[in-house]
């Protein structure tokens, strides 16, 4: 499959963080989060060092200061990860969209000792495509991470633009499927089985939310943290940040000084499934833990899935799909089909 566009060199040497006179780390190693410390009256405690605490966590009942929000933090991911059927040593290829959901997740294996990589996905939005695979460059760059970037354009054709204009319709489901079908591809391309991507607590709360209200039970089956490979050619999809909102990415990012893309995609607007995340948000603003307790619920009494459907090769690509044709070759075959010249348009 063609579309490579930039690989970084792999790292040769990971240096060890340098460690203070006496060999022993200095508690107070994050800055202070100025934004936070108005939200909590000066006597507020952390509840686990009970120093002074600056960052509110209503869902749980607790404050926490910086160093034990990141404590907090990665005991949340490594609780999830113990779920989940790979080790440090599993080789785990990162979907980095340059936003703070995948970044996070990306920084947060590497520093639990995980061997990844990241893969990033170019969609050809002006402006935004740019900021987001520089965002990408630069955490990579500060890291040492190895990554790799791919043009959809160059792959498919056509750019995310293109196909939106073309299609004239909503393009955040069709750019979902894209994205999770190359994803897909190009893991197998470069030789992992094994795909990280940020989906955090509010994504999946959401998308459970969504299919819940519209009846979409055959996807109730999918929704789960750790989806394992069903075909020689499908790669097993992990969500190590499930258990972690959104807001308390933001939190890790900051401390971490991590910084995502700070633009929007100017494609997303009026996506269904910001609707969902913002009733959800007005739930856990009135009754916090709101959120945590719908996911979580629907996570313990999920019956084992199902026999997967028996796939079957598509005709022209020969990836693995449920008809004559995949989705995407579906896609192609559409947008081809409006290039060429209506038959009553000839010699006019």
Not at 219 to 231: E, I
Not at 241 to 265: D, H
Not at 304 to 310: C, H, N, Y
Request: charged letters at 25%.
């Amino acid at each position: 499959m063609p579309g490579a566009v930039r690989v970084a060199p792999e790292p040769c040497v990971t240096i060890p963080p340098k460690l203070p006179p006496g060999g022993k780390t200095q508690k107070s190693s994050h800055p202070p989060m100025k934004s936070l410390e108005t939200t909590l009256p000066p006597g507020a405690k952390c509840v686990r060092c009970k120093g002074r605490a600056t960052i509110p966590m209503p869902s749980h009942n607790a404050n926490f200061c910086p160093d034990c929000f990141v404590k907090y933090f990665e005991t949340a991911v490594e609780r999830g990860l113990k779920k989940f059927p790979i080790s440090s040593s599993t080789p785990l290829l990162v979907a980095v969209s340059g936003g703070k959901d995948s970044l996070a997740a990306w920084n947060i294996l590497h520093e639990l000792g995980y061997a990844t990589r990241g893969l990033h996905i170019r969609l050809g939005i002006e402006g935004f495509s740019e900021a987001s695979a520089e965002a990408v460059a630069a955490f990579a760059r500060e890291r040492s991470l190895p990554w790799v970037e791919h043009s959809i354009e160059a792959v498919l054709g056509f750019s995310i633009p293109t196909i939106h204009r073309k299609m004239r319709r909503k393009i955040c489901s069709l750019c979902g499927m894209l994205k999770r079908q190359l994803l897909n591809r190009l893991s197998i391309q470069e030789g992992y089985d094994t795909v990280v991507v940020g989906h955090n607590l509010d994504d999946e709360a959401g998308r459970l939310l969504g299919n819940i209200v519209r009846n979409r039970h055959q996807y109730l089956d999918k929704q789960t943290p750790f989806l394992p490979s069903t075909h020689p050619r499908l790669t097993a999809k992990c969500k190590p940040l499930y258990r972690v909102e959104a807001r308390e990415i933001r939190i890790y990012c900051s401390l971490k000084s991590i910084r995502p893309v700070e633009l929007n995609c100017p494609l997303s607007r009026g996506a269904t499934s910001h609707r969902f995340k913002e009733a959800l948000d007005f739930l856990e603003e009135n009754m916090p833990g709101t959120k945590r307790d719908f996911l979580f619920t629907f996570l313990k009494r999920r019956k084992p899935s199902p026999s997967p459907r028996p796939f079957q090769d598509c005709t022209l690509c020969g990836e693995p799909s449920y008809g004559e044709l995949c989705s995407v070759c579906n896609l192609l075959a559409l947008l081809r089909k409006m290039d060429q010249p209506h038959p009553g348009d000839v010699g006019s």
